[in-house]
């Protein structure tokens, strides 16, 4: 089992809809959890970190965390074409000190116009 | 200015060949990690140094070699480079254990 795995993509939905990536972790210690956007060609941007079970919002953009689930989320809300890149979940996982940010293989997201 | 750089930005080299790839930051922060990206893959650490004086293999370390000469630079070799690490590589910088990681621009390299 990998240690971090989204949801298959490529993912497609029209401008204006909400798009829904998923990300599930096997490591029940982890505490840091983060949501990276890239676009092709570029480097990984960050757009939400979350640490707390919930929601955490930041402008269209939202990540839900569960832990008991070990499940962790990034819901954007009014799709536009500029959302359209990979999105990468990146977890804490790992023992002790020797704990790193592993990354999911990534979600490609298409927004329609 | 970039808070991390990595030069060179593309590299074509030949197998065998040594190749050096360079990262800088002016970020101030004391951690350091070399990435690897293959299609479909995502994200695979290769080196990670929390500070000049340590220095940690990651997850895909064999056929790579790193030098940290000094806290804002961080140089990844490859002693003698084959086609399966043609790729792109990042360098990433974080400030704490588990915070946020900022990532340079990238290197792709092509090895023939």
């Known amino acids: 089992q990998k240690e971090v795995e989204q949801n298959s993509g490529p993912l497609s939905v029209p401008e204006g809809a909400i798009a829904s990536l998923n990300c599930t972790y096997s490591d029940r210690v982890s505490q840091s959890f983060f949501w990276y956007r890239q676009y092709s060609g570029k480097s990984p941007e960050l757009i939400m970190s979350i640490y707390s079970n919930g929601d955490k919002e930041d402008g269209r953009f939202t990540a839900q965390l569960n832990k008991a689930s070990q499940y962790v989320s990034l819901l954007i809300r009014d799709s536009q074409p500029s959302d359209s890149a990979t999105y990468l979940c990146a977890v804490n996982v790992g023992p002790g000190s020797a704990r790193q940010l592993t990354f999911g293989s990534g979600t490609q997201l298409t927004v329609l116009p | 200015d970039a808070d991390v750089t990595q030069t060179p930005r593309n590299r074509i080299t030949k197998t065998g060949k040594r190749i050096m790839l360079e990262c800088s930051q002016t970020k101030g922060h004391d951690r350091m990690y070399w990435y690897r990206q293959d299609p479909g893959l995502g994200l695979r650490l290769i080196y990670y140094s929390f500070d000049v004086k340590d220095i940690n293999k990651g997850e895909i370390s064999d056929g790579y070699s790193v030098s940290r000469q000094a806290q804002a630079k961080f140089s990844l070799s490859l002693e003698s480079a084959i086609p399966n690490q043609t790729a792109l590589y990042f360098c990433?910088?974080?400030?704490?254990?588990?915070?946020?990681?900022?990532f340079g621009p990238g290197t792709r390299l092509t090895v023939l």
């Open positions: 990433a910088t974080s400030d704490s254990f588990g915070a946020t990681q900022y």
